[in-house]
C-alpha cells in the first residue's frame, strides 16, 4: 500500500485537501496539470487560480456563504485563512487579491515538506486507486482524458456537462397574489367548466398537477420586460465558451433579441393557462419549476442567462410576483463538468462503490469557491481517516466497507454538513449547488422575518462547532 495519498487538482479544492492532510503526518502527492497543460479558463501558473470574481461572497453569519466560511475558519482552513490575509475592501464581502491569494497558497504548499506538487496531467485513476487512496479534484474544466476515464469508473455514461443554468428563487419570496400553481393545459379552465367549478378542480389538483409556479403578464409588462432585458448588460464571454454555449442553449436575451414575439413563442408561451384571477389567457406566462424536494426553491424555466448578476436581479425582478424575489441563485454560463453525486458519493464524498476514491471540489456538484473548499475540506479530513483505517488493518482491499465510526460526517444542521448531505442524497432534478439557508433543516419555530430566521439558522449551525472543533483536535 502507497504510504502516501495523491490528490489531483492543484485548485481551491485540492490544495485544502493537501494541506489538511500533511497536517495529519500524512504524506500527499498532488497533481497539477498547469503549466504544462491550461485549462480554457486558467491562465496563472500557480496553485489555486481564481477564474473569474475576486469575492469569496458576504462575511455576514446571516449569510450562508459567510457562515460557511466560520465554520471552515473554525476547521483551520488554508485557503480561507489566507483569502482573509489578501482580502480588498469590500463591504460585507470577502474580496482578494486573486494574484496575491494564489501566490500565498502556492508558497504554502510548496513549502511543506510533507507535500510534493508534481506538474502532469492525470490521465488514469484506477491504477493509482487500487494501491492507494486518491482525491480526484479537478474542477469544472477536468481536462478531457481525465473526464473520460471519470465516466467509465462511475460507470455512468456520461458526465453531466451544464453550460448554463438559470436563477433559483425561494418560494416564500414569491408574491401569490399574482403567482397560480398549475401545469401547461391541466391548469387551463375547459370549455364547458363553469367559473366555480374551474377554480374547484384546482383546488383539488394533485402536487404532480401543481409542480410548476406560474407568473402571468399582461401586454404592458411583457413589452417594458422584453425591453429591459434586450438592452441588459451581458457578461463577457471567454473565447471556449462562445464556442460551446450557442450550439444546444440558448441564453434567454439571446432569444429576446431575435423579436419582441420570440419568448411568447418560446419559454413565456401563455398557451394552456388561465389567470384565476381574470378567468384569461395571460399574455405571457413565466414558469417557475420546484428544484428541491422540500419545494421551497423554484427556477425560472428556460431563464439560463449570460445577464450580469446586477442585470439579473434588476430584470427579472421585474417580472410580475418576483418583484421582491430573493435570487439563491443566479444564472450562469460556462461548462462545467460534474458526477452525479447524488447517486455516486456519500456525505465524506467518498465514492460508494470505491472507497480508496473521493471526490472534491466543484465535480462534486457543489458550486462556487467557498463551497468547493469546503468539499476539499470533508473529502480531505475524510482521506486521513481512510489512510489510517487502511493502515491499522493493513488493508488494501478496496471494496471492504470502512467502518461508520472511521467517517467524519458533519451535522446536516452545520453548512459543511448541509452541502455534504445535499450532494449525497438521491434527487433526480440534481444541479449543482451553492451554500444556501434552503438546504439547512427548517427551525422548529415559525420565524417569518427573513433576517431573523438565518440569524436563529446560523446560531443553530455554530452551536455545532463544539462539533467542529472536535474534528480539528480529534486528528
Ligand atoms: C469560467 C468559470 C467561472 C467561474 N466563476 C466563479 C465565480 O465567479 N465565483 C465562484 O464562486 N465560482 C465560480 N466558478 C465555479 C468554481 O467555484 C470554480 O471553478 C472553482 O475554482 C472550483 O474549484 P475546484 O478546486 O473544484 O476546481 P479548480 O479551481 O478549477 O481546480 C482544478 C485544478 O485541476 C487542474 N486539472 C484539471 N484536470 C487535470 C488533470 N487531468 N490532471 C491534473 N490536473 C488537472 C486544473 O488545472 C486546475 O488547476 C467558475 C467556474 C468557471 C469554469
Redesign the pocket.
Known amino acids: 500500500m502507497k504510504n502516501y495519498i495523491t490528490v489531483?487538482?492543484?485548485?481551491?479544492?485540492?490544495c485544502e485537501v493537501a494541506y489538511q492532510i500533511a497536517k495529519r503526518g500524512i504524506r500527499v502527492k498532488l497533481?497539477?496539470?498547469?503549466p504544462v497543460?491550461?485549462?480554457p479558463?486558467?491562465s496563472n501558473k500557480d496553485?489555486?487560480?481564481?477564474?473569474?470574481?475576486n469575492?469569496?461572497?458576504s462575511n455576514s453569519h446571516t449569510n450562508a456563504c459567510g457562515l460557511l466560511k466560520e465554520e471552515l475558519r473554525l476547521l483551520d482552513s488554508l485557503l480561507i485563512k489566507i483569502a482573509d490575509e489578501v482580502k480588498v475592501p469590500a463591504g460585507q464581502a470577502l474580496a482578494v487579491d486573486r494574484d496575491d491569494f494564489a501566490k500565498r497558497v502556492t508558497e504554502e504548499i510548496v513549502k511543506n515538506e510533507l507535500i510534493e506538487v508534481i506538474h502532469?496531467?492525470?490521465?488514469s485513476i484506477s491504477e493509482i486507486a487500487k494501491e492507494g487512496i486518491v482525491i480526484v479534484?479537478?474542477?469544472?474544466?477536468?481536462?478531457e482524458?481525465?473526464a473520460h476515464e471519470i465516466s467509465n469508473i462511475t460507470g455512468e455514461d456520461k458526465l453531466h456537462f451544464y453550460d448554463a443554468a438559470a436563477p433559483i428563487v425561494t418560494k416564500e419570496s414569491i408574491n401569490f397574489n399574482i403567482a397560480f400553481y398549475g401545469d401547461r393545459y391541466s391548469q387551463e379552465k375547459k370549455k364547458d367548466e363553469s367559473i366555480t367549478e374551474w377554480k374547484k378542480r384546482l383546488e383539488k389538483q394533485s402536487i404532480e398537477e401543481n409542480s410548476y409556479i406560474n407568473l402571468p403578464m399582461n401586454k404592458e409588462e411583457y413589452e417594458v420586460f422584453w425591453k429591459e432585458l434586450v438592452e441588459a448588460e451581458v457578461v463577457e464571454l471567454?473565447q471556449f465558451?462562445k464556442r460551446e454555449i450557442f450550439e444546444g442553449c440558448m441564453p434567454i436575451e439571446v432569444m429576446a433579441k431575435r423579436g419582441i414575439d420570440t419568448l411568447r413563442y418560446g419559454p413565456l408561451k401563455p398557451v394552456g393557462f388561465d389567470d384565476p384571477r381574470t378567468g384569461k389567457r395571460p399574455y405571457a406566462v413565466v414558469q417557475l419549476r420546484q428544484d428541491d424536494k422540500q419545494a421551497e426553491l423554484y427556477n425560472l424555466v428556460g431563464f439560463q442567462t449570460n445577464l450580469k448578476f446586477g442585470e439579473q436581479k434588476r430584470v427579472f425582478g421585474m417580472i410580475p410576483g418576483l418583484q421582491n424575489a430573493e435570487f439563491i441563485k443566479l444564472g450562469?454560463m460556462?461548462?462545467?463538468t460534474y458526477i452525479n453525486s447524488t447517486k455516486l458519493l456519500d456525505e465524506t464524498y467518498n465514492l460508494k462503490k470505491n472507497n480508496n476514491i473521493f471526490f472534491?471540489?466543484?465535480?462534486t456538484g457543489v458550486?462556487?469557491?467557498?463551497?468547493?473548499i469546503s468539499s476539499?475540506m470533508v473529502a480531505g479530513l475524510n482521506a486521513v481517516k481512510r489512510f489510517q483505517h487502511n493502515s491499522n488493518n493493513m488493508l488494501i482491499n478496496s471494496k471492504k466497507n470502512v467502518d461508520e465510526a472511521d467517517k467524519i460526517v458533519f451535522s446536516e444542521f452545520t453548512m459543511i454538513g448541509a452541502l455534504a448531505k445535499y450532494i449525497s442524497t438521491e434527487n433526480s432534478k440534481f444541479q449543482p449547488m451553492n451554500a444556501n439557508f434552503g438546504i439547512l433543516p427548517p427551525l422548529e419555530e415559525k420565524i417569518r422575518d427573513k433576517k431573523l430566521r438565518y440569524a436563529k439558522l446560523a446560531d443553530r449551525a455554530l452551536e455545532n462547532k463544539t462539533e467542529i472543533k472536535d474534528e480539528e483536535d480529534n486528528m
Open positions: 489531483i487538482g492543484g485548485g481551491l479544492a485540492g497533481y497539477e496539470m498547469k497543460k491550461f485549462s479558463a486558467h496553485l489555486a487560480e481564481i477564474v473569474c470574481s469575492s469569496f461572497k502532469e496531467e492525470i490521465i479534484a479537478t474542477g469544472p474544466l477536468t481536462s482524458s481525465l471567454h465558451e450562469v460556462h461548462r462545467n472534491a471540489g466543484q465535480i458550486e462556487g469557491y467557498v463551497e468547493s476539499g
